[in-house]
């Protein structure tokens, strides 16, 4: 059985590199924890996405987030990613149902609307950088572009596509992303824009009918020789645990926690992958002991 992986490579004699990625399961595995609806899974599905293909350039424990904060009725979609090819994400409004456009796509760019992209660095010494640009369109991967592009200053082409089935299941996710390297000539620029734009096909269709993910790219890239440097598995993982929750629980304060017990119980949800914990009396009490005076 195929699984979700990230390919990293080289084409046109070393003069581009390319990242490729599957991620048709940890899309799915995103859509069934959120209960979305298809517009909100193409949405965080090519974010997350995204967000995978640029972490894989990131080093050790480093991680990076994406924050779409769009005026569109999702109301924003987050997405978190690291090196290990680990994904996690959600969007605001995870029911939001638009009309299909006139081409029958989803209508991802109204769903997400425009507003600002928020990319934030966490790098190994605990250290957080983020940059922020305008969107482009909302259809995602023109607004890594754009970010790509304003913010690093690297040129650079990408895909990000999102099949939902009619009974809501991701029939395929994928993306791509190439950048010519020092000493490309604009001949090789125009070779991977032509290459991008002859795709008659979605990659999200096209990763569905693959096979493998070499499949996919030997269609996508045509006629032009590829070379595969690396391969990492990917998968949706979110680090929230009980301890987790318990700190954040523990930060928000006495008073707060005090007003939990009343109700006997509390149950904490985790944004990123909607895991439920709960809290007993008993457990509930003991953190309040390990609170701080106020
Ligand atoms: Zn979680």
């Known amino acids: 059985m195929q699984h979700d992986e990230l390919l990293i490579g080289t084409m046109l004699e070393g003069k581009a590199r ?4 599957r991620t048709t399961d940890t899309v799915e595995e995103a859509r069934r924890r959120h209960g979305m609806s298809p517009v909100a899974t193409a949405a965080l599905g090519r974010l997350m996405t ?10 050790g424990d480093e991680s990076i ?4 904060l769009g005026d569109g009725p999702l109301q924003g979609v987050v997405a978190v990613g690291n090196a290990q090819g680990e994904v996690r994400g959600y969007v605001q409004e995870p029911l939001v149902d638009l009309p299909l456009k ?4 989803l209508d991802v760019g109204s769903a997400v609307g425009l507003g600002e992209l928020a990319v934030s660095r966490s790098l190994q010494n605990g250290e957080v950088y983020t940059g922020m640009v ?7 991967a023109e607004d890594l572009v754009h970010y790509l592009l304003t913010s690093e200053q690297i040129p650079s082409a990408m895909l990000l596509g999102v099949l939902v089935e009619k009974d809501y299941h991701v029939a395929g996710a994928a993306g791509l992303l190439i950048q010519p390297l020092p000493g490309a000539t604009e001949g090789d620029i125009q070779a991977i824009e032509s290459l991008l734009g002859q795709l008659g096909v ?21 006629q032009l020789p590829y070379h595969v440097l690396e391969r990492r598995m990917v998968e949706f993982s979110c680090n929230c ?7 954040t629980l523990i930060s928000i304060g006495k008073k707060e926690i005090a007003n939990l017990i009343t109700d006997g119980k509390a149950e904490m949800v985790c944004h990123f992958c909607n895991e439920h914990y709960q809290f007993t009396l008993d457990e509930l009490e003991e953190l309040w002991g390990r ?3 106020e």
């Open 18 to 21: 390319w990242v490729a990625v």
């Open 50 to 59: 995204g967000t995978l293909i640029l972490a894989s350039s990131l080093k």
């Open 65 to 68: 987030t994406l924050r779409l």
């Open 102 to 105: 006139d081409s029958g796509k």
């Open 134 to 140: 305008p969107m482009v369109s909302g259809e995602i």
């Open 202 to 222: 979605g990659i999200s269709e096209l990763v569905a009918q693959s096979q493998s993910i070499e499949e996919m790219l030997d269609q996508l890239m045509g």
């Open 241 to 247: 645990s009980k301890e987790r929750l318990s700190d």
């Open 291 to 293: 609170c701080g005076m």
